[in-house]
């Protein structure tokens, strides 16, 4: 059973920067697509950013493109989330999920992690 953990949520101002892990065990991740879902209070959850196995094929979704950057180190199970200029409407609990193929579908994902808050203040 793969188990995903996210961590390096927290609090920041208005322009600033975090970054996101989802660390994988259980089992390896490298065969898996991953991404990165998120949802804020009262809203359902989207997509944010999704990166193949073999992490050369990367998508996002048009509000965070350009300054989101998903990346993966497979030799660490680790997936990444490094957000920039973030504004007060990125805020939501951030998931990490994994899954045969990659999506911006979360019903193609059969793995998710509990989630990280984020919280942007303005």
């Known amino acids: 059973q793969l188990q995903l953990v996210e961590s390096g949520g927290g609090l920041v101002q208005a322009g600033g920067s975090l970054k996101l892990s989802c660390r994988a065990s259980g089992r390896t991740s490298v065969n898996y697509a991953m991404a990165w879902f998120r949802q804020a209070p009262g ?7 999704a990166i ?55 019903a193609r994902y059969d793995h998710w992690g509990q989630g990280t808050q984020v919280t942007v203040s303005s």
């Open 43 to 49: 809203k359902e959850r989207e997509f944010a950013a």
């Open 52 to 106: 193949t196995a073999s992490g050369t094929v990367k998508f996002y979704a048009e509000s965070v493109k350009g300054r989101f950057t998903i990346s993966r180190e497979n030799a660490e199970n680790t997936m990444y989330l490094q957000m920039n200029s973030l504004k007060p409407d990125d805020t939501a609990i951030y998931y990490c999920a994994a899954g045969s193929i990659g999506s911006r579908d979360a």
